[in-house]
């Protein structure tokens, strides 16, 4: 269903509006985004702060605080803090940095090593069927060396993604091909972009919010049996699915009770 955009508003006029910050992972996804809130049709002011170049920090904080320094002119006060699925211990630590006032977590997710693990193997597979993780992968590696297991990470990817694409164009060396090998290395920097974002998540000290926090979930969603930091966190179920979650009118109205908004 097609929505009419809100009006432009003045510099004056969003100055006095309250300041949202959303992280919501960039990229093509069946899931609906949060921006199908359309929280600026409101009366808020919203800034999506997981935009290129994201950042590749390897730790919650300091990837949060990467994040917020890439922002430009935030306010001393934030209303709200909204993150969706794993990004939701990185907004997290973006609220108690703000010291924001709500914090919203929509189908949180806390990320794992496996969680990692999952993800490279299935990048591998899509370039060479069957792939499994290298010998050198291990949790324990990750924890103790992340940044070194990243950069093997991305050397890894790189040399696969290099083959699969001299084998799809018949050649027996890449290097011969400049243009592939930029392609190559897009496509590897694109992978990094998400494959730090799931490493600083789970590397994280969840910090204490003392704020108004609300986990809103899709029917079927199964949130971690504790979520550390939120004093008293509410849950509302929602009866859409997954994929519609952020674009249901019922997830809407919730929300901007939640925040104090009114529906327009």
């Not at 960039?26 to 997981?50: I, M, N």
């Not at 994040?67 to 993150?83: G, T």
């Not at 090593?113 to 993780?133: C, H, Q, T």
């Not at 992340?146 to 027996?172: K, N, Q, Y």
Request: net charge negative; aromatic share 6%; charged share 20%.
């Amino acid at each position: 269903m097609a929505h009419t955009p809100a009006p432009p508003t003045t510099a004056e006029s969003r100055a006095e509006q309250p300041v949202v910050l959303v992280l919501d992972y960039p990229g093509h996804r069946p899931e609906a985004k949060l921006s199908e809130l359309r929280l600026e049709g409101a009366g808020f002011d919203v800034r999506y702060l997981l935009t290129r170049p994201l950042p590749r920090d390897l730790s919650a904080d300091a990837y949060a605080s990467r994040a917020l320094q890439a922002a430009e002119n935030l306010p001393c006060e934030i209303h709200a803090v909204l993150a969706y699925c794993m990004s939701a211990t990185l907004a997290q630590h973006v609220a108690a940095l703000t010291s924001a006032s709500h914090l919203l977590l929509f189908d949180a997710e806390i990320s794992a090593p496996d969680v990692v693990a999952k993800e490279v193997r299935e990048i591998l597979r899509s370039f060479m069927a069957g792939a499994e993780l290298p010998g050198w992968w291990s949790d324990d590696a990750l924890a103790r060396s992340p940044v070194e297991v990243m950069d093997r990470v991305h050397d890894h990817l790189f040399e696969v993604i290099r083959t699969a694409l001299a084998e799809d164009s018949g050649m027996d060396d890449q290097a011969e091909d400049p243009a592939a090998t930029q392609v190559a290395r897009n496509l590897v920097g694109t992978y990094m972009d998400w494959l730090a974002h799931l490493v600083a998540a789970h590397r994280s000290v969840l910090p204490a919010f003392a704020g108004a926090s609300a986990q809103i979930v899709s029917a079927r969603h199964v949130l971690p049996d504790t979520w550390p930091g939120l004093s008293s966190p509410g849950c509302m179920r929602m009866a859409s699915e997954r994929q519609t979650l952020a674009a249901d009118e019922e997830t809407r109205r919730f929300v901007l009770r939640a925040l104090g908004g009114s529906a327009r």
